[in-house]
């Protein structure tokens, strides 16, 4: 098998779970957390200094999540749909590799036919009021994306293995895969264009590459 990882932000969709999130609780919120994930996403900031940060200054209740849920699945890129099943076609295995969460997540996953979603786990009391999140998950500290891959090729025992993805911490993976593919469909990262293996602005073209 062939193993395809996408990430989700800006990347299967053109939002940021984290910050549709922070919308939720006014503009003053909203403008501190897409601060702090701009500067995670580019590189300023290690994940593990802003990850905790953030979710304490949300405290996203299930309610809140599952309308981002929603948000995604508005939101996924034009081309994702068609060119995993694409992929898929050709003897891909589709994953997701995220730094966001499984819940607000797994709505676009199924849109989209991807089953194996790696991301975190958020926890919530009876009454769907916040409780945390799984704090030892690889991709709440920088290089888990890297560590879940190498986790999924034990697994799977995939013959290649491909990641795409929109900030630093998707750059991140390149020691674990063959190829690095930088997306620049929503936001445009400098440093990716120089450093991934290939740059596309459109889902559609991965295919030709990967």
Do not use: H, N
Request: glycine share 10%; proline share 4%.
């Amino acid at each position: 098998m062939k193993l395809i990882c996408f990430d989700c932000d800006s990347t299967l969709s053109s939002i940021e779970g984290i910050d549709e999130l922070a919308r939720l609780r006014g503009p003053e919120v909203f403008a501190r957390i897409e601060a702090l994930t701009r500067d995670a996403m580019e590189g300023r900031l290690r994940v593990e200094e802003v990850f905790g940060r953030r979710l304490e200054a949300i405290r996203p209740s299930r309610g809140d999540v599952e309308a981002v849920g929603r948000r995604y699945v508005e939101s996924a890129e034009a081309t994702a749909r068609a060119t995993i099943a694409r992929m898929a076609g050709a003897g891909w295995t589709p994953a997701i590799v995220s730094g966001g969460f499984r819940q607000a997540i797994a709505p676009l996953a199924a849109l989209l036919g991807v089953e194996r979603v790696e991301a975190v786990e958020l926890y919530f009391e009876g009454d769907g009021t916040y409780r945390g999140y799984d704090r030892a998950f690889p991709t709440t500290r920088s290089g888990g994306k890297r560590e879940v891959i190498e986790r999924l090729r034990a697994e799977l025992r995939p013959e290649r293995v491909v990641m795409v993805g929109d900030g630093v911490s998707d750059l991140e993976t390149r020691p674990a895969v063959d190829l690095f593919i930088g997306f620049g469909g929503f936001v445009t990262r400098e440093r990716l264009r120089r450093e991934a293996g290939a740059f596309v602005t459109s889902l559609a073209a991965v295919p030709e590459l990967a």
